[in-house]
């Protein structure tokens, strides 16, 4: 009898120990979008899908093509434009050369396109491309 009350205790265990880990697990994966915490009048640039660890954030009005940074360079896989004014560019080159994407006034993308996603090296935030 004593041994099948343990055997109920530790399957129970088990199962609470179970729950927990998977809950921390998922928990985990259901981090929050970052999108919310770019600035206002700003464009913003996330290293992954779906707003995910935010690389660089620029105010809106700068009308000349600047490196994105090193943490931001060829990084891009969504991006907001949080600006009620002007459009930004992101550029393939450093120059403002090669490829380049208008994010539109008041903008976001979650999931880039395959052909632009990890492909920005300057940007600027006014003036669009």
Known sequence: MMTLKRERVS????????????????????????????GQEATC????????????QKGEGDGAFRYVG???????SSWANNS???NSCG???LA????????AIDGHDPDQAPWNDNEVSSWRTQYGC
């Not at 809950?23 to 770019?38: M, P, Q, Y």
């Not at 090193?70 to 891009?76: K, S």
């Open 11 to 38: 399957a129970k265990l088990v199962v609470v120990a179970l729950t927990v880990s998977g809950g921390l697990i998922s928990g985990g994966s259901a981090v929050a979008h970052d999108i919310d915490n770019c």
């Open 96 to 103: 403002g050369d090669g490829d380049r994407q208008t994010w």
């Open 70 to 76: 090193d943490a931001a360079n060829n990084r891009n």
């Open 84 to 86: 009620e004014n002007m």
């Open 91 to 93: 550029a393939d080159y």
């Open 45 to 56: 640039i996330w290293a992954y899908n779906n707003y995910q660890n935010r690389v660089a």
